[in-house]
């Protein structure tokens, strides 16, 4: 795919995101508006019937495998470096990160839901094949302002750094994210030593906001390496 056919698709992507989406009927998950990954509709997985949409009219939040998402995604389908940097000055509250679009750091547009009072479209930052980030944000109706973004789940590994991250709905209408993270509380030393295992739920107000809580938290120490084998004397 050449920078011209990424650079149109951005362009479908923002016409999506322009048109006024408002109505009366339930919210529609609108799997690959604009420029998302061909493979997004293959690894979000939808609400199940016990997790209905609250009554509230909020929408609930998209599912994703992050490992086989993060495992498919090719540079090919990320969008051009122009089109970031386009994104960023129209939306200048957007995730500091959107602005590393470098060599190896890549930015994909996944899936627009259109809902009654915002639309709702889900980002995957990566970078250098070592870590990805999920945002969520979601935009007025007509494009023009961004309401809210938060930053769901994390994957990736470098050195004594591990994360992983599993996402579900949960029969209230809440995204459950479990966040499991090992690493070294000293950082030159490269030794993974402890884990860090946190749950959290997120929750989208009828208005396009992000509310979240923690559910639990738990750090454990991981046992010491074993130590060098002496030298055969």
Known sequence: MNIQTKAR????????????????????????????????????QPATAEAPT????????????????NNRLTEEQSLPDKAVARLVRQYPRLPEMFRKTEDGLNLYALDTVSCPKFRLVSYLYQGYD????LYYVTFSPDGRQLLDWTQVATIGADEGWYAR????????????????????????SYVTDYQDSVVTAYRLTPQG?????????????????????????
């Open 9 to 44: 698709r951005f362009l479908l992507y923002l016409a999506g995101l322009g048109a006024a989406g408002c109505s009366n009927s339930p919210p529609e998950q609108q799997i690959g508006q604009g420029p998302p990954v061909a493979s997004a509709a293959s690894v979000a």
């Open 209 to 233: 906001r992000f509310q979240h809580t923690r559910l639990d938290s738990v750090r454990h120490s991981l046992p010491s390496p074993p130590p060098d084998a002496e030298p055969a004397g």
């Open 165 to 188: 991250a599993g996402m579900r709905l949960d029969p209230d209408g809440r995204l459950r994210v479990t966040a499991l993270v090992q690493d070294a509380s000293e950082p030159s």
């Open 54 to 69: 609250p009554a509230s009219g909020a929408c609930s939040l998209p599912v994703y495998d992050m490992e086989a998402l």
């Open 130 to 133: 070592y870590y990805a980030y």
